[in-house]
């Protein structure tokens, strides 16, 4: 097929050397534009640097609304547009130029958890399984016919393993979709399964110790690679990078710092496994809290 691809982060790049690698020809790719990144430095989108690798023509416009970008859109006569966390809307203008329409690889196991975030929020509420569904796009937000699906369990995954997974499924699925276009049987979703997956504010990978081990444990595991869980212990920020649930209780307050870098929560313990302070690498919490000078009653905010 003559096809759009749009999208902009590392998830969506295993989806574009994968429609590459399957013979389709990709007459543009839609990317946001160049951010500020280290040092305030423009940097582009994983996605253009990919395209521009392989050669292919990249736009990066920062909005789609309008007649032209409606016509240069619809110019490009694509068979269908391929998208994978583009992150700008659709108009219609733009859902309607391609011929087979547009087709979206979606992280989550729809109807649960449309929007920004459904792998993160899938963690978050602790979910036994997430997946990807390649859905056909409608002026809706995830709302549109669904295609295909796999699943895959959780378990102990952090949100940064699971995004890799997801890509590469992601990937595979919509190869095998455009394979066969012609004979999928398009199913609409339950609209009272659905949910939201609401974008990650930064306000909330701070620990809030009188929540439960569990849930903690959960937030570490959504939060990377950025913005990353964090406490503040001794005036210094600290960034939580593994922990698990306690098989102990920890007597004392929420945030009383045990031994062993075991912490009191608002229900059970949380053994902290590896945290980097600011400015500083990684490293075991034990030889953190031995390091830190923080004794058994120190109190973590």
């Known amino acids: 097929m003559r096809l759009a691809f749009m999208g902009t982060p590392e998830f969506a790049v295993p989806a574009l050397d994968a429609l590459v690698d399957a013979g389709h020809e990709v007459a ?56 994978a966390a ?5 108009p219609p203008s733009i859902l309607e130029a391609p011929r087979r329409g547009c087709f979206n690889i979606h992280a989550s196991l729809l109807p649960r958890w449309r929007g920004a975030a459904p792998i993160q929020r899938a ?3 602790g979910d ?15 709302t549109g016919p669904m295609l295909l699906k796999a699943a895959t369990p959780i378990a102990r995954k952090t949100a940064g393993m699971l995004t890799a997974e997801l890509a ?27 949910t939201y997956a609401a974008k ?26 950025a913005p990353g869980a964090w406490f503040m212990a001794g005036g210094q920020r600290v960034k939580l990078i593994a922990a698990d649930v306690a098989d102990t209780e920890t007597a004392g307050q929420p945030g009383r710092l ?31 809290q031995r390091g830190a000078r923080l004794g058994p009653d120190a109190l973590l905010g």
């Not at 499924?169 to 609209?191: H, I, K, N, S, W």
């Open 168 to 194: 590469a499924t992601g990937a595979r699925l919509m190869v095998d979709a455009l394979a066969c276009l012609d004979r999928l049987v398009p199913e609409a979703q339950d609209e009272a399964l659905a």
């Open 86 to 90: 583009y992150g700008l809307i659709l």
């Open 258 to 288: 045990g031994k062993a870098g075991v912490v009191a929560c608002g229900s059970g313990a949380l053994r902290l496994v590896t945290v980097q302070p600011a400015g500083r690498p990684t490293m075991a919490a034990e030889a953190w």
């Open 123 to 125: 963690i978050l509420a």
């Open 200 to 225: 990650i504010d930064k306000a909330e990978a701070r620990i809030d110790w009188t929540s439960t081990a569990c849930d903690i444990e959960r937030l570490v595991r959504a939060m990377p690679p």
């Open 28 to 83: 543009a790719v839609y990317t946001q534009p160049p951010r500020p990144g280290n040092r305030g430095r423009l940097t582009a989108s994983p996605v253009q640097q990919r395209a521009e690798a392989l050669g292919l023509p990249v736009r990066s416009p920062e909005r789609l609304r309008g007649p032209d970008e409606a016509a240069a859109f619809a110019a490009l006569e694509a068979d269908a547009a391929v998208v």
């Open 128 to 142: 036994s399984e997430t997946g990807v569904t390649i859905m056909r796009m409608e002026p809706g937000l995830d």
